[in-house]
């Protein structure tokens, strides 16, 4: 959740300054924004889908991150804090603080980042050659739209889901019901 816009930096001087920062600051453009805190219910939601997607693959070659692990778009950037991603790529598999080969990558929607998470970061995301899902999930009712980019085509699908249906995330074969992915979830009125 963007909360400041900070002074100008290159790529390489803001992975430096990152790693000393308390709070995490997302980069674009040379541009460094600070970002907030969630909301309860955007948590929660992050949680059951981490501990959802964590089970299915604990004994597989891929690895699950949540929030705290930037994606990078390329060598100058953008790098970005999504809220969930998963990368199955060797490439990845070692210390740092990025991953540049996700293959899917999840952002829990609030009203301060909609906007964003649909429009600017989702235009970088594909970018990313990997990449074959991005999942925005809403944090204010039972509602995710899946889009999908198949192996063999540069076009995205789109699906959504509601109450009651079973969300499908392709790119790692896990089928996740929409009660356990919005479990102990409480909307504000």
């Given at each position: 959740?963007?909360?400041?816009?900070?002074?100008?930096?290159?790529?390489?001087?803001?992975?430096?300054?990152?790693?000393?920062?308390?709070?995490?600051?997302?980069?674009?453009?040379?541009?460094?924004?600070a970002?907030?805190?969630?909301?309860?219910?955007?948590?929660?939601?992050?949680?059951?889908?981490?501990?959802?997607?964590?089970?299915?693959?604990?004994?597989?070659?891929?690895?699950?991150?949540?929030?705290?692990?930037?994606?990078?778009?390329?060598?100058?950037?953008?790098?970005?804090?999504?809220?969930?991603?998963?990368?199955?790529?060797?490439?990845?598999?070692?210390?740092?603080?990025?991953?540049?080969?996700?293959?899917?990558?999840?952002?829990?929607?609030?009203?301060?980042?909609e906007?964003?998470?649909?429009g600017?970061?989702?235009?970088?995301?594909?970018?990313?050659n990997?990449?074959?899902?991005?999942?925005?999930?809403?944090?204010?009712?039972?509602?995710?739209?899946?889009?999908?980019?198949?192996?063999?085509?540069?076009?995205?699908?789109?699906?959504?889901?509601?109450s009651?249906?079973?969300?499908?995330?392709?790119?790692?074969?896990?089928?996740?019901?929409?009660n356990?992915?919005y479990?102990?979830?409480?909307?504000?009125?």
């Amino acid at each position: 959740m963007i909360a400041s816009r900070l002074p100008h930096m290159t790529a390489v001087e803001y992975l430096e300054w990152e790693k000393t920062q308390e709070m995490r600051h997302e980069y674009g453009s040379k541009d460094i924004y600070a970002m907030t805190g969630g909301s309860k219910a955007h948590n929660t939601i992050t949680g059951n889908l981490f501990t959802e997607i964590r089970a299915h693959l604990r004994s597989g070659p891929c690895q699950t991150f949540f929030s705290d692990v930037k994606v990078q778009i390329s060598a100058e950037g953008p790098f970005f804090y999504p809220d969930l991603l998963v990368t199955c790529n060797e490439q990845d598999n070692q210390p740092g603080y990025t991953v540049e080969h996700p293959c899917l990558i999840v952002e829990v929607l609030s009203p301060s980042t909609e906007a964003g998470d649909r429009g600017s970061k989702f235009r970088y995301y594909r970018r990313l050659n990997a990449l074959q899902e991005y999942v925005l999930i809403d944090s204010q009712e039972m509602s995710v739209e899946c889009f999908r980019r198949p192996a063999t085509l540069s076009t995205w699908s789109y699906e959504a889901y509601s109450s009651g249906d079973v969300v499908k995330l392709e790119s790692i074969d896990l089928d996740v019901p929409m009660n356990r992915l919005y479990a102990e979830v409480q909307f504000e009125s």
